[in-house]
Structures are given as structure tokens and as C-alpha cells.
């Protein structure tokens, strides 16, 4: 009980620790990749590290005054849509009954929306701090394991009984092969659900709230069997708001579309990565979001691959007499 307490106290910082090793573990290809081509490691991580930043501060230098621009512009249409919605036969009904109308349109345009979210002015400059300190130290602990990775599993097979040490090295070398792929892989397939929504949503007549809505699919993409679903609520709703025919093609492309992510699109990308059921799939990310949230959801699906790799490896080879 007092383990248990303990470990409940610092789950902030072993939540910091596991998604760095992660991060490690999805940077760790590049690093390889460079070092095929004779680079030492400490500099093969410094070039990794430095582009990663580097594609990061212009992505955000690039996208983040456009998004600002198509939000603000998200806001200020709102009451116009909400005086859309209210002529709706079924949501007049709901609005006569419960005034949720005014209600909504109250809590966006008054003034206290964000302050009612975040606890004021305080509790958001709080928050912002508190995510640009955790970002920081995931940055450190993610240059520290991926500089480190070779030596620190060196270390863990070395734990291993002698006769056993070979065969536990490369089992340990696939666990962390099939983090990384899967980690690489979940940004190619986010990716390719961004580009395309910001395609899509140029061509369909959403072109001044297309790059914050692809961004918005982007970053739900990550998140599995929910995510991909909720982005595509979120710029139905906001088709459906601007006109029912844009909003009925948005759900059209959206159902298409993820019927070629999840048997085309995902099965290519994850195929030498990772290995593991459906059904596993589903109860590893149930599981994963109901212990630790989003982030639990993001690592359960590797997670879970690497428990059946070393199932199907220990348990079952013994249990065959291999």
C-alpha cells in the first residue's frame, strides 16, 4: 500500500519518463539511419535532435499565426451558426424546452469562456508554464535515453543469465525496433490524414478554416480509435454549420477516408512495426485510456505489441519445449 502511495505521488514524473523513452524509441531510426552512413552516434543524435527542433519551430513559425487567424475567425462566426442551428425544426423543439441557444451563445461571446475553462488569466499563464516546463523536461530525458540507448540496454541484457543473454538481446532489440515503428508510423499516418483533410477541405469551399481544422485532424489522429472519429465531427460540424452541402460532403469524404486509413493506409505503414490483433488493439487502447488518459491511449498500442512479441517468444516457445 505505502509502494502504491508512493508511486501515485511521482505518476506525473514516471508519465514524463515513459513518453520520453518513447520519443527515444520513435527517434531512434533516424539516428540508426545515420549512423549506417558512418556517422558516429553522439553526433547522429545531435544532427537528429537539432533537425527535429528545427522542423519544429518552422512548422510553428509557419502555421501557428495561420491557425490563430482561422480561430479567431471560428469564434467570431459561431453566434452566426448558432442562429443557423435555431432553425432547425428539431433544435427549436430542444431550444423551447431547455434554452440552449442562449445559453451556448452566453458562455462564447460574454467574455468568460476561456476563464471559465482555465480558472482565469492565472490558471491559464499556470497551465502554459506548467506545459512549456513539461515539454522541456521531455526534451532533456529524450536527448539523455536516445544519446544513451545503446548503453542502457546493454546494461539491461546484461542483467540477463549468460546463456540466456544472446537470445534476451534480441528480443529486448525487437521491443525496441517495434516502439519506434510504431511511434514513426502514427505521425506518417497522422500526417497523411492532415494533408489530406487540407486538401479536401480547400476544394470543398472551407479554405479560410482549413489549415486550424487539418492541424485539428492531424494532432486527434494520433489518438486511436476515437481520434480520427472526433476530427471528423469537428469539421462536419463546421461544414454542416456553413452550408448542409458542405457539411454532407465533409461526412462522405470522412467515412471514405477512414475506411482507406484503417485497411489501406494504416496495415502499410504499421505492417513491419507492429504485430498485434484487432480485438487486442481495442482492449489495449480501452485500457490504456482508462489508466492514464490520452497519453495512456498513445502508448498502449505499442505497449501491447511488445507484451505479445515477448509472449509469443518466452512463454509460448516454453510451453512448446522450444
Known amino acids: ?16 519518463i515513459v513518453v520520453s523513452l518513447f520519443l527515444a524509441a520513435g527517434l531512434n531510426p533516424s539516428v540508426e539511419w545515420f549512423q549506417r552512413r558512418g556517422m558516429r552516434r553522439s ?5 537528429v535532435i537539432v533537425l527535429f527542433l528545427l522542423g519544429v519551430a518552422l512548422f510553428l513559425l ?25 432553425k432547425n425544426k428539431m433544435v427549436q423543439d430542444l431550444d423551447d424546452r431547455f434554452d440552449v441557444i442562449d445559453k451556448v451563445r452566453e458562455y462564447v461571446t460574454d467574455g468568460n469562456f476561456t476563464s471559465s475553462i482555465f480558472g482565469g488569466v492565472l490558471g491559464i499563464s499556470l497551465r502554459v508554464l506548467g506545459a512549456l516546463a513539461n515539454a522541456f523536461v521531455i526534451l532533456v530525458l529524450t536527448l539523455y535515453f536516445l544519446s544513451s540507448l545503446d548503453s542502457t540496454k546493454n546494461a539491461i541484457y546484461r542483467l540477463a543469465p549468460a546463456s540466456r543473454r544472446d537470445r534476451v538481446s534480441k528480443l529486448g532489440d525487437r521491443v525496441v525496433a517495434s516502439v519506434g515503428g510504431y511511434v514513426s508510423g502514427a505521425v506518417v499516418v497522422a500526417a497523411c490524414a492532415g494533408i489530406t483533410s487540407l486538401i479536401f477541405l480547400f476544394s470543398v469551399g472551407l479554405g479560410q478554416y482549413a489549415v486550424a481544422l487539418a492541424f485539428v485532424v492531424l494532432l486527434l489522429d494520433v489518438i486511436p480509435m476515437i481520434g480520427a472519429t472526433i476530427g471528423a465531427v469537428i469539421v462536419s460540424a463546421i461544414g454542416f454549420a ?6 454532407l460532403a465533409c461526412v462522405i469524404f470522412y467515412v471514405i477516408y477512414q ?19 484487432g480485438a487486442a488493439t481495442v482492449i489495449a487502447a480501452l485500457v490504456g485510456a ?21 509472449t509469443r517468444e518466452v512463454f509460448i516457445r516454453r510451453q512448446d519445449g522450444r
Do not use: K
Open 1 to 16: 500500500m505505502w509502494l502504491f502511495h508512493q508511486a501515485e505521488r511521482i505518476g506525473g514524473v514516471l508519465i514524463l
Open 43 to 47: 553526433l547522429a543524435v545531435t544532427c
Open 62 to 86: 509557419a502555421i501557428v499565426p495561420v491557425i490563430t487567424d482561422q480561430v479567431a475567425q471560428i469564434t467570431d462566426n459561431a453566434p452566426g451558426w448558432l442562429d443557423q442551428l435555431q
Open 242 to 247: 456553413t452550408d448542409y452541402r458542405i457539411g
Open 259 to 277: 475506411q482507406v486509413e484503417n485497411y489501406v493506409i494504416y496495415p502499410r505503414v504499421m505492417s513491419r512495426s507492429v504485430d498485434i490483433p
Open 290 to 310: 482508462g489508466l492514464l488518459g490520452v497519453v495512456g491511449a498513445l502508448l498502449a498500442i505499442p505497449t501491447a505489441a511488445a507484451l505479445l512479441m515477448i
